[in-house]
C-alpha cells in the first residue's frame, strides 16, 4: 500500500540541502523529472523528485508559474545545488525510462551518471510480451497500486495545463513525490526476481542499462537532413502518382479514387469480376496489401494500386513530413541558447517482443532501401562538413547462426571457406558452376536463404520473387536437398515449440 504522509515538497535550500545529505547516504534512490513536453530536447524542466526509501519521497518545484504558485528555489540554483550527486558515479540511482530524464538534465548541461536500475527495462527483460511497461501498468501489476494519473491534476483534452500551469503545487508535489516512490518500490521487487534469472540478468546489466546513455546521445545529436533532395523528390512522385493514377483509371475503364477502400471494392471485385481472396471483419472482400500482391500476379490493376499506395507513403511519411520535422527549438548545454537543426528521433528499448530497438518520431529504421524511391530518401541523410556517415552491419549473422545451431555441413563448408553465401546457394540450388552464377540468380537465392530460415511459405516466395508458385516450390525443394541440415534443424525446432505448448 502506497502511503503519501512521508511526501515533502521542497520550498527552500536548507530543506534541499538536507535531503539532498540524505540521498548520499542512501546505498540507492529513485529520481525522475517533471518537465512541460515528452519531446526532451525542446522540454524545459519544471521539478525534480526522489525517494529514498518506500514511502519517504521529495519533490522539488522550480518553474511552477501559475497564478499565486508559491515562491520556489530557482531551477538553476537547485541544479546547481544538485549536479554533484546528479553527476557521481557512485551514487547509484534508479528510474523510469531514464533516458529521458537524462536528456532533460543535459539540456541544462548536467550529465547524468550512477544509472544503475532502470524499473521499464527490469519489467521487459523479465517479460518482454507481459503488456505495457509504462510506470501506470507497472504499478498496478506489481504493487496493486492505482497511480495518480496526470489527467486528475492537469485535466483533459484541449484545456489540459502542462505541469508548471498545475492549479494545485499540492497535488503536483504528490503526484511527483509519487512517481519516485513507486519507481523505488517497483525495482525493490522486480530486481530479486531479476536476480534470479543468470541470462536476462546478464543482458540487463550488460546490454540494456549500458545502452541507456548511448541512446541518448544518439537522440541529442540527431541526424542533419537536406530538405532540398526531400522537396525535389515529393514533386517528382507526385508526377508519378499521377500517371499511375491515369494509367489505373485506364485498366479500370473509368475513374474512381485509389485512396478510396469502398471504391476500389466496387471496381475490382463487382466491375473487373475479381474473386474475393478474404473478407474484412465486417464481411466485405479485403484490399489489403496481403490480398493486393497475390491478386498482382494474375491481374494489372492491383499491382498499379499496390505501386500508387507505396509511392504515396513515401510521399506523405517521409519526402513531405521529414523537412518539417528538422528541429527548430533550442537546446540548452550551459544554459547557452543554440539550434539544433536536425531530425531528432525517439528510440525505444522497451517495446518490440524481440529485444530489437524501435524508432517513432519519425520512425528512422523503416525508410526502405529495397527499390529505388526508398533509396533516394535515404541520400537526403546528409553528414556535417568535414564528417562522413559510416554503415557497419554484421555479414550475414542469420545466416552464421542457422549454420551454427543446424550445424549443416553444405553451410558450415560455404562459410569456413569464405565463399559468397548466396552465390554458393544459387550454385547448389540451380545446379551451376559458382563462376557461372548470374546477378539475377544470386537475388533469387538470397531471398530464399533468408526466407526459408524464417518459415516463408511459397506463395511467398513466389510472391517476393515474381514466380509462379510451382516454380518457388521447386526452388524451396532443392534448397532443403542440398542443405539437409537446416531442414532437419527446423522440423526439431516445431516439434521442440509443439511439446512445450508454444502455438
Not at 551518471?113 to 503488456?131: C, H, K, P, Q, W
Not at 504499478?139 to 502542462?162: S, V
Not at 526531400?230 to 493514377?245: D, F, I, K, M, V
Not at 525508410?367 to 537526403?380: H, K, L, S, T
Amino acid at each position: 500500500m502506497i502511503s503519501y504522509d512521508n511526501y515533502v515538497t521542497i520550498l527552500d535550500e536548507e530543506t534541499l540541502k538536507a535531503w539532498i545529505a540524505k540521498l548520499e547516504k542512501a546505498p540507492v534512490f529513485a529520481f525522475d523529472t517533471e518537465t512541460d513536453s515528452l519531446d526532451n530536447i525542446s522540454a524545459n524542466l519544471v521539478g525534480l523528485s526522489f525517494a529514498i526509501e518506500p514511502g519517504v519521497a521529495a519533490y522539488i518545484p522550480v518553474a511552477h508559474d501559475y497564478l499565486d504558485a508559491p515562491d520556489q528555489i530557482s531551477r538553476e540554483r537547485a541544479l546547481e545545488l544538485l549536479k554533484p550527486l546528479l553527476e557521481d558515479e557512485k551514487a547509484l540511482k534508479v528510474g523510469q525510462n531514464l533516458k529521458y530524464d537524462r536528456g532533460i538534465l543535459a539540456n541544462y548541461g548536467i550529465e547524468l551518471r550512477g544509472i544503475a536500475f532502470d524499473t521499464m527495462l527490469e519489467s521487459y527483460i523479465l517479460n518482454s510480451v507481459a503488456g505495457r511497461h509504462d510506470m501506470d501498468s507497472l504499478a498496478e501489476r506489481w504493487l496493486k497500486h492505482k497511480t495518480i494519473t496526470f489527467e486528475e491534476i492537469a485535466g483533459k483534452g484541449k484545456n489540459q495545463l502542462t505541469f508548471n500551469q498545475t492549479l494545485a503545487l499540492e497535488e503536483a508535489g504528490r503526484y511527483a513525490a509519487e512517481d519516485a516512490d513507486v519507481t523505488l518500490q517497483l525495482h525493490l521487487k522486480m530486481w530479486p526476481d531479476l536476480q534470479k534469472h543468470k541470462g536476462p540478468l546478464n543482458v540487463f546489466e550488460n546490454i540494456e542499462m549500458p545502452l541507456v546513455p548511448v541512446l541518448s546521445r544518439i537522440e541529442r545529436n540527431g541526424v542533419k537532413i537536406d530538405p532540398k533532395v526531400l522537396h525535389n523528390h515529393s514533386e517528382e512522385l507526385t508526377l508519378r502518382l499521377a500517371e499511375l493514377e491515369k494509367k489505373a483509371h485506364e485498366i479500370a475503364g473509368e475513374e474512381f479514387n485509389l485512396s478510396s477502400t469502398k471504391q476500389l471494392q466496387t471496381i475490382l471485385f463487382e466491375k473487373q469480376g475479381i474473386k474475393p481472396l478474404k473478407k474484412t471483419p465486417g464481411g466485405a472482400p479485403s484490399t489489403s496489401e496481403e490480398v493486393l500482391e497475390e491478386l498482382a500476379l494474375d491481374y494489372p490493376l492491383p499491382k498499379v494500386i499496390l505501386e500508387y499506395r507505396g509511392l504515396a507513403k513515401l510521399k506523405s511519411t517521409y519526402t513531405d513530413k521529414l523537412p518539417l520535422m528538422i528541429n527548430p527549438t533550442q537546446i540548452r548545454p550551459h544554459f547557452q541558447m543554440t539550434k539544433t537543426g536536425r531530425v531528432h528521433t525517439s528510440y525505444h528499448q522497451a517495446v518490440t517482443a524481440t529485444g530489437r530497438l524501435s524508432s517513432t518520431d519519425p520512425n528512422l529504421q523503416n525508410i526502405p532501401v529495397r527499390n529505388e524511391e526508398g533509396r533516394r530518401i535515404r541520400q537526403a541523410f546528409i553528414a556535417p562538413k568535414d564528417y562522413v556517415i559510416v554503415s557497419a552491419d554484421y555479414s550475414q549473422i542469420e545466416l552464421r547462426i542457422m549454420a551454427h545451431l543446424s550445424r549443416d555441413k553444405g553451410l558450415l563448408t560455404a562459410f569456413a571457406e569464405g565463399k559468397d553465401i548466396h552465390r554458393a546457394t544459387a550454385a547448389e540450388v540451380f545446379g551451376l558452376p559458382l563462376e557461372t552464377v548470374t546477378s539475377e540468380q544470386r537475388r533469387s537465392a538470397k531471398a530464399i536463404n533468408f526466407g526459408l530460415i524464417y518459415g516463408m511459405s511459397a506463395f511467398g516466395l513466389a510472391r517476393q520473387l515474381n514466380i509462379p508458385r510451382k516454380e518457388a516450390q521447386k526452388y524451396m525443394d532443392l534448397y532443403f536437398e542440398r542443405y539437409p541440415g537446416v531442414l532437419e534443424y527446423m522440423e526439431r525446432t516445431r516439434a521442440q515449440a509443439k511439446e512445450q505448448g508454444y502455438r
